[in-house]
Nanobody
Framework: QVQLVESGGGLAQPGGSLRLSCSAS????????MNWARQAPGKGLERVAG????????YYLDSVKGRFTISRDNAKNTVYLQMNSLKLEDTAVYYC??????????WGPGAISDWGQGTQVTVSS
């Protein structure tokens, strides 16, 4: 079965950096777009970044553009989220999410087929 295991979350100071990793198994990783989403306390789930199956297309939430970078290594079945210049408002649980096709699709119920368990990112001074 599909398994998505996130790692790399933790505590960072404002302006600091963290790198999230998501190790995937149970499916042909190179055939699917991958996403990172987050949910902050009291707020809805939002897609932070997405990447097409071959890495040719990426998506970023406006508030993270220029600070976050999504990448993938299809040989290692792993997707990454490099987060720099972290802000207090980046505090959230971050989820790795498997797409339903090779390309990025409009965010919504049909865009994601599987979720990781989530990893907490806390930005605090």
């Amino acid at each position: 079965q599909v398994q998505l295991v996130e790692s790399g979350g933790g505590l960072a100071q404002p302006g600091g950096s963290l790198r999230l990793s998501c190790s995937a198994s149970g499916f042909t990783f190179s055939n699917y777009a991958m996403n990172w989403a987050r949910q902050a306390p009291g707020k809805g789930l939002e897609r932070v970044a997405g990447i097409a199956s071959d890495g040719s297309e990426t998506y970023y939430l406006d508030s993270v553009k220029g600070r976050f970078t999504i990448s993938r290594d299809n040989a290692k079945n792993t997707v990454y989220l490099q987060m720099n210049s972290l802000k207090l408002e980046d505090t959230a649980v971050y989820y790795c999410a498997k797409g339903t096709s090779r390309g990025l699709t409009t965010w919504g119920p049909g865009a994601i087929s599987d979720w990781g368990q989530g990893t907490q990112v806390t930005v605090s001074s």
